[in-house]
């Protein structure tokens, strides 16, 4: 199956792996976001994922928008089945999430309906919840609203910190992903 991976945070950084590593995967093209100011110096460095994939020789496309004509055409050009959407920060718009030919899935780090949008985690863990999760979707129109895939429950400890829990769920996320890409090619 050929899959374009669209995420930037370095919670993406294990599901990305666990495609590379899936020899039932191709994984034909990555999305990023752009370089951009980071630290206290505001010096300009890759995101996470685009600093993990150097030397891979996998093509990355780091475009403004990815809801231009021209980021589209360059989607298309790598005929992908399936998009995989992991912490990218920018929202797709219908006309992106029809190129896949199986559609967009997205890796959300909460049990939906539970914690749309941004910092789940956070939100997890500041309201003193017992358990939190991974939650693998079809992507549609909607915030975190289309059709749940898959869905895994981890603990959260009283001495869990929101690093903690943001490590356990991008180990739980890649584990789930690929359950989920075998279910979708079969």
């Not at 206290?40 to 996998?58: D, N, P, W, Y």
């Not at 231009?68 to 790598?78: F, G, I, P, Q, Y």
């Not at 895939?149 to 991008?170: E, Y």
Request: aromatic share 2%; hydrophobic share 45%; glycine share 8%.
């Amino acid at each position: 199956m050929r899959v374009v991976f669209m995420g930037s945070a370095d919670i993406a950084c294990p599901s990305l792996e666990s495609l590379l590593s899936d020899p039932s995967v191709d994984v034909v093209g990555v999305v990023t976001q752009p370089d951009r100011p980071k630290g206290r110096q505001l010096k300009v460095s890759a995101c996470a994922v685009r600093t993990h994939l150097e030397g891979s020789g996998i093509p990355v496309l780091t475009p403004q928008s990815i809801n231009t004509e021209a980021s589209l055409e360059a989607l298309r050009a790598l005929s992908p089945d399936l998009a995989v959407v992991m912490a990218y920060g920018q929202i797709l718009k219908p006309t992106v999430l029809a190129v896949p030919r199986l559609g967009c899935i997205n890796v959300h780090t909460s049990l939906l309906p539970l914690y749309r949008g941004a910092a789940p985690i956070q939100w997890a863990v500041a309201n003193g919840d017992a358990e939190t999760g991974v939650t693998i979707m079809h992507m549609d129109e909607g915030m975190d609203t289309g059709d749940i895939v898959l869905q895994r429950t981890i603990p959260i400890g009283p001495a869990d910190t929101a690093g903690r829990v943001h490590d356990n769920l991008a180990d739980a996320g890649a584990a789930l992903l690929c359950e989920a890409v075998h279910a979708i090619q079969a």
